[in-house]
């Protein structure tokens, strides 16, 4: 009877937390323009997000919206590749990421 107990009570404290953990997810708009005179492909992707290949022509943009679930792993980044084997990666969120709100490379 005790070790029932002893189950429920864990369970119902990892159910708790991962309640009041999804209170805090934020929801996040990334926006990318290229105002480069060069057409660019775009790879975006974090460890819950996969987004497809996007190619932007000169001063096109592309947007989309997602949600932090998860408050320890803020780690999103963009990878753009280009014409002459140019290719640039930047944290939006993670160790290489600017501390500005609005951010731009």
Same mark, same amino acid.
């Given at each position: 009877?005790? &070790?029932?107990? +002893? &189950?429920?009570? &864990? =369970? @119902? =404290? *990892? ?8 209170? #805090?997810?934020?929801?996040? %708009? ?12 775009? !790879?975006?992707?974090? *460890?819950? =997000? ?12 592309? #947007? @989309? ?8 792993? =803020? !780690? #999103?980044?963009?990878?753009? @590749? ?7 990666? +930047?944290? &939006? @969120?993670?160790? %290489? ?9």
């Amino acid at each position: 009877m005790e &070790i029932k107990i +002893f &189950i429920s009570s &864990i =369970l @119902y =404290l *990892i159910l708790f937390q991962e309640a009041g953990g999804r209170k #805090h997810r934020k929801r996040t %708009e990334i926006r990318i323009i290229n105002q480069a005179d060069a057409n660019v492909k775009v !790879h975006c992707q974090s *460890i819950q =997000l996969d987004q497809k290949d996007k190619f932007l022509g000169p001063n096109e943009s592309m #947007h @989309y919206k997602f949600h932090d679930i998860d408050r320890g792993n =803020l !780690h #999103h980044w963009c990878d753009a @590749y280009g014409l002459f084997d140019f290719f640039e990666t +930047f944290d &939006i @969120y993670g160790n %290489e990421a600017p501390t500005k709100r609005n951010q731009t490379w």
